[in-house]
């Protein structure tokens, strides 16, 4: 849904500018089925521009974004990167890297396992024994190039870090914030999902997106509800 307020937001601008910054707060879940999308130019300017979206069903505000648009940078290398990824995740996954599919462990948790190929560390999804929940997973879509709203939507495509404690259940998230850091090289996307604290009711969870160069493309942190025991 991230990915769809985003979209929404850069065709209501024009100019060819990409989304460096999503903030979402999830009011209510949708049924599957037909969705509109609100926009309003808050800001258009010269380097920076702000869209407001407002995904709905029937009268029902489902997510309230403010969307970000500008340029993010691809083109020339950052003067400075803390890239938690590369040194773990190798480019493409290991041959005995499963994809999600009929018979996974994780089918029918990954929804969007349905429509692109994602595989999973299936040891990174283990109750973690008081150690720091890290899940890994590489990602990319069937048949096409990652674009930048694909990469927007690997910042919330792994299980909740929850898993790490053994909650599996439903994890609604409340708000999301991602960001764009530059726009993604064909090929395999890497993405580890960590969090600092895990509580009885509440949790954060951020993920890191990385592309087969080895670039940082997104990262996300959101705020969500622990799922029952």
């Known amino acids: 849904m991230v990915a769809l307020c985003a979209n929404a937001a850069r ?13 979402a707060s999830f009011l209510w879940a949708p049924d599957p089925g037909p969705m509109r999308l609100v926009t309003s130019v808050r800001k258009r300017g010269r380097r920076i521009s702000v869209v407001d979206v407002e995904l709905c069903q029937g ?27 590369v040194d773990l995740m190798a480019p493409e996954p290991p041959a005995d890297v499963a994809p999600i599919g009929p018979g996974h462990p994780m089918s029918g948790l990954v929804h969007l396992a349905e429509g692109c190929d994602v595989r999973p560390v299936i040891e990174t999804l283990q109750p973690t024994d008081g150690r720091p929940p890290l899940i890994q997973m590489w990602v990319r879509p069937r048949g096409v190039a990652p674009d930048v709203l694909f990469a927007l939507m690997c910042g919330d495509v792994s299980a909740p870090v929850t898993f790490g404690v053994g909650r599996t259940g439903w994890a609604p998230t409340v708000q999301l914030t991602a960001y764009l850091r530059g726009i993604p090289a064909d090929g395999w996307l890497r993405v580890i ?7 009885q009711d509440w949790f954060d969870e951020d993920h890191t997106v990385v592309d087969a160069d080895g670039r940082i493309v997104v990262q996300s942190r959101q705020l969500a509800m622990v799922p029952a025991p």
């Open 193 to 199: 999902c960590s969090c600092a604290q895990i509580g």
């Open 11 to 23: 065709t209501a601008h024009g100019d060819g500018v990409e989304p460096v910054a999503v903030s």
């Open 59 to 85: 009268e029902r505000t489902a997510v309230h974004a403010v969307v970000t648009l500008g340029e993010p940078e691809h083109l020339v290398p950052p003067l400075f990167s803390a890239n938690p990824v």
